[in-house]
């Protein structure tokens, strides 16, 4: 079957630290990958996207790398700090259907700490 | 980016009744999606709402259960019907932006209660 993980258990770590937060899929194609940051009691904003035949994308002090042999996305978050707390989405968009049509992983919760 | 209105934002509902949310977009919109969010899962999507024509229900999900209304391309509604409460979770719509209608933006949620 079909599936995305993300790791459940929430990440904490210090300020000034980089934040690694892992996405694997399995039994996928994906045409482009996206990551969501998501605050409590709002809906998913969106961040990046990087499609198949990209290896790496930056914006600002985010970079995302997508390895479709590992079948395994990283989303990194360099000189974190506090405000970046929130839980990160990662959402895969096969090859076939709606352009917009995005299945999604249950997330993981940053918690960056002074 | 569009800007999404939802309503109500939360309520608590008793089981068997019927709950309408309903999503304003501040633009005009061709794709517009409406997703579940339980508790701890990931964001399901349950239907595409098609303007002047049914919704496009995704497997698990039925029209009966699920009404969805689209009179115009900035307006949508959802309805859950005969709640139970498993029905309990955020509902949230969103729509489709950017190059190639790829990225989604959410509005901000409406978290249902079914006692």
């Known amino acids: 079957s079909q599936k995305i993980e993300q790791n459940s258990e929430a990440l904490n770590i210090q300020e000034g630290k980089t934040a690694t937060l892992t996405c694997n899929y399995t039994?996928?194609?994906?045409?482009?990958l996206q990551w969501y940051r998501q605050d409590p009691g709002r809906g998913p904003v969106f961040l990046l996207l990087?499609?198949?035949?990209?290896k790496e994308k930056r914006k600002e002090r985010l970079k995302v790398t997508f390895d479709t042999t590992l079948k395994q996305s990283l989303f990194h978050i360099t000189a974190s700090q506090p405000a970046d707390s929130a839980t990160y989405l990662c959402?895969?968009?096969?090859?076939?259907?709606?352009?917009?049509?995005?299945?999604f992983g249950t997330g993981t919760r940053l918690q960056v700490t002074l | 980016s569009a800007v999404i209105s939802q309503k109500p934002s939360r309520d608590i509902c008793q089981r068997g009744t019927s709950l309408t949310i309903q999503c304003q977009v501040d633009?005009?919109?061709?794709?517009m999606f409406w997703y579940r969010q339980q508790p701890g899962q990931s964001l399901t999507l349950i239907a595409t709402?098609?303007?002047?024509?049914?919704?496009?229900?995704e497997s698990g999900f039925v029209i009966d259960k699920f009404p969805i209304s689209r009179p115009n391309l900035t307006f949508s509604t959802l309805t859950v019907s005969n709640m139970s409460p498993e029905d309990s979770s955020i509902y949230l719509c969103?729509?489709?932006?950017?190059?190639?209608?790829?990225?989604?933006?959410f509005g901000a949620g409406s978290r249902l209660t079914v006692l």
């Open positions: 969103s729509v489709a932006s950017g190059s190639g209608a790829n990225v989604l933006t």
């Open positions: 039994n996928y194609s994906p045409a482009y």
């Open positions: 959402a895969l968009k096969l090859n076939t259907g709606t352009a917009s049509k995005l299945t």
């Open positions: 990087i499609r198949e035949n990209e």
């Open positions: 633009s005009q919109v061709t794709m």
């Open positions: 709402a098609n303007q002047g024509s049914e919704a496009t229900y």
